[in-house]
C-alpha cells in the first residue's frame, strides 16, 4: 500500500527561510513528490502531524487546505488501485487532466532514453519528427507557399551545418526539447492530426510512409502519456472510429542481372570517392544486400576462415557468410590500406573515435549520404534510369533471387526476425503468377 503524507522539504529552504510543502508518495521503494505551493518555517511545522502549528498565522485554513489535499491523493491512489498505479502516475493524476508535462517534454525524455542506450538510428529521425511538429506548430499560413518552404528548408540546412560542426548535438536538441512546453498533449487531437499530415504533405514533401512514420510516433508517446498519468484516456485520439493510421506499402524495385553486369563493369579511377562508392554497393549486394551503413563499418577483424562474421545494426541479429569470389575481388584491393585504415575495410570511419558511438554514427551517416549523391552519377553512367541508391542493393538481391531461393532461407540471409516478414518483402519481386494469369487471359 502506497504511502501519501505531506511533509516539509527542508533541503529545498529559501533564504527567508520557508521552505515548501510537498505530498509524497511512496510504494515499493518508488517514490514521487508534488509541491503544492504552500511554504512554511522550520518552527511553525510539525512533522509528526502533518500539518501547521497553531504558532503559523493561517493555521486553521492551511491544514484545512493540506487535508483536502491529501484526502485528494488518497481516493487518487484507491480508485486506480485496481490498475497498478505507480507513485510518478498518482502525481500526475494529481495534476488534472492533461497533466503538466508538454508534448514535447516527454518525447525529449524518451529520446534521452535512446541516447543514453547508443541507438543513434532512432535518435535523430524521431529528433527530426519533433523538429517537422514545431515548423508546423509556427507556420504561418499567410505568407505565400514557397516562401514558407524555403524557410523550413533554411532552418534545416542551418541545423545540419551547425552538427556538422559540432555546434549543435543531439544533448542539444533534446535540451531543447525538453524545456518546449508549447504543445500539450490535449491540444493533439483528430483536427490536428489532420492538419499536421496535410502539412507534412504540402510543406515538408513527404511520402505516406514517413507521416506514417510520424503518426506512429505521436501514437506511441500518448501511450506512454496515458499510462504515466501524464493524460487523461478521454484525450486519446486514436481511439475506435477517430484518426485510423493506415501502414502503406509502396513498391520496391530492384535492378536486373544486366543492370548489375553494367554496374560491375564500369571503369572509374580508383581511390576517388565515387571508386569507393561503386564497391560499397556491390558489397552490399553481394552479401545478400547488407545495409550500406553497416558495410561502412565493416572490419578486417569480422572475415575469418573466408567467411563473414556480421552484426546487423538494426536489430543485432549475428549472421556468417561465405565470402564469394566477387566479393573477394574487391577485398583484395583494400587490404594494403589496412593499417592507413585503422582497421576498417573502407576508408570512411579511419579518423572516427572508436571509443566514441556517437562519433562513428555521424561519421557513417556523412559518409552514405555521399554514397547516394555519387550513385545517381553511377546510375547515369551505366544508362540506369532506375533510383540507384543504397537501399536499391537489398531490393536488387530480393529481385533477382524472385522465388528460387527458399523463404526459410531467405529470412536467415536478410536476418528478419518473422517468415512472415520476408513472404511480404519478398512479395514485391515475385511476378511469374501474376504475369502467367494475365498472358491466360490475353492471350486466348
Given at each position: 500500500?502506497?504511502?501519501?503524507?505531506?511533509?516539509r522539504r527542508k533541503n529545498k529552504e529559501r533564504i527567508d527561510g520557508t521552505a515548501p510543502l510537498a505530498l509524497r508518495i511512496s510504494e515499493n521503494y518508488k517514490t514521487n513528490y508534488l509541491f503544492i505551493g504552500q511554504y512554511v518555517l522550520e518552527k511553525d511545522w510539525d512533522h509528526n502531524t502533518g500539518q501547521v502549528k497553531r504558532t503559523h498565522p493561517n493555521s486553521k485554513k492551511l491544514n484545512n487546505f493540506l487535508l483536502k489535499k491529501l484526502t485528494e491523493a488518497n481516493d487518487i491512489y484507491f480508485d486506480n488501485k485496481n490498475?497498478?498505479?505507480?507513485?510518478?502516475?498518482?502525481?500526475?493524476?494529481?495534476?488534472?487532466?492533461?497533466?503538466?508535462?508538454?508534448?514535447?517534454?516527454?518525447?525529449?525524455?524518451?529520446?534521452?532514453s535512446k541516447y543514453d542506450r547508443g541507438t543513434f538510428s532512432v535518435v535523430k529521425p524521431?529528433?527530426?519528427?519533433?523538429?517537422?511538429?514545431?515548423?508546423?506548430?509556427?507556420v504561418k499560413t499567410s505568407l505565400p507557399k514557397n516562401e514558407i518552404i524555403k524557410g523550413i528548408k533554411d532552418r534545416r540546412k542551418e541545423r545540419l551545418s551547425k552538427a556538422k560542426k559540432?555546434?549543435?548535438?543531439?544533448?542539444?536538441?533534446?535540451?531543447?526539447?525538453?524545456?518546449n512546453k508549447t504543445l500539450m498533449f490535449r491540444d493533439i487531437d483528430e483536427a490536428f492530426l489532420e492538419k499536421f499530415q496535410t502539412f507534412s504533405a504540402a510543406y515538408l514533401n513527404q511520402k505516406a510512409r514517413t507521416i506514417t512514420n510520424q503518426l506512429i510516433f505521436i501514437r506511441t508517446l500518448f501511450n506512454v502519456a496515458i499510462k504515466d498519468g501524464i493524460v487523461a484516456p478521454k484525450y486519446y485520439p486514436f481511439a475506435g472510429e477517430k484518426q485510423k493510421i493506415r501502414i502503406e506499402s509502396g513498391n520496391k524495385i530492384g535492378l536486373t542481372i544486366e543492370e548489375v553486369e553494367r554496374l560491375e563493369n564500369l571503369k572509374l579511377e580508383e581511390?576517388?570517392?565515387?571508386?569507393?562508392?561503386?564497391?560499397?554497393?556491390?558489397?552490399?549486394?553481394?552479401?545478400?544486400?547488407?545495409?550500406?551503413?553497416?558495410?561502412v563499418k565493416l572490419k578486417w577483424s569480422d572475415f575469418k576462415d573466408e567467411r563473414l562474421y556480421y552484426v546487423m545494426n538494426k536489430n543485432s541479429k549475428p549472421l556468417?557468410?561465405?565470402?564469394?569470389?566477387?566479393a573477394n575481388t574487391i577485398l583484395k584491393l583494400y587490404k594494403k590500406y589496412r593499417k592507413e585504415n585503422?582497421?576498417?575495410?573502407?576508408?570512411?570511419?579511419?579518423?572516427?573515435?572508436?571509443?566514441?558511438?556517437?562519433?562513428?554514427?555521424?561519421?557513417?551517416?556523412?559518409?552514405?549520404?555521399?554514397?547516394?549523391?555519387?550513385?545517381?552519377?553511377?546510375?547515369?553512367q551505366c544508362n540506369i534510369d532506375k533510383n540507384l541508391s543504397n537501399h536499391i542493393a537489398r531490393h536488387t538481391f530480393g529481385n533477382i533471387a524472385g522465388d528460387r531461393i527458399h523463404p526459410l532461407m531467405l529470412q536467415k540471409l536478410y536476418r528478419h526476425s518473422d517468415l512472415k516478414t520476408t513472404l511480404n518483402y519478398q512479395a514485391n519481386f515475385i511476378h511469374r503468377?501474376?504475369?502467367d494469369a494475365l498472358d491466360s487471359v490475353i492471350n486466348f
Open positions: 500500500m502506497a504511502s501519501i503524507k505531506i511533509i490498475d497498478s498505479s505507480t507513485p510518478k502516475q498518482i502525481k500526475q493524476k494529481l495534476k488534472g487532466p492533461g497533466g503538466s508535462k508538454s508534448f514535447f517534454t516527454v518525447a525529449a525524455e524518451r529520446i534521452q524521431q529528433l527530426s519528427i519533433l523538429y517537422n511538429i514545431e515548423e508546423f506548430l509556427n559540432s555546434e549543435l548535438t543531439f544533448t542539444d536538441s533534446i535540451k531543447y526539447f525538453k524545456q581511390g576517388t570517392s565515387i571508386w569507393h562508392t561503386h564497391k560499397v554497393w556491390l558489397i552490399s549486394f553481394y552479401f545478400a544486400g547488407i545495409r550500406i551503413s553497416d558495410v556468417s557468410l561465405k565470402i564469394p569470389e566477387k585503422n582497421g576498417y575495410v573502407f576508408p570512411f570511419l579511419k579518423d572516427a573515435n572508436v571509443e566514441d558511438a556517437e562519433d562513428i554514427f555521424i561519421k557513417t551517416g556523412n559518409s552514405t549520404k555521399l554514397f547516394n549523391k555519387f550513385l545517381k552519377k553511377i546510375a547515369l503468377d501474376a504475369d
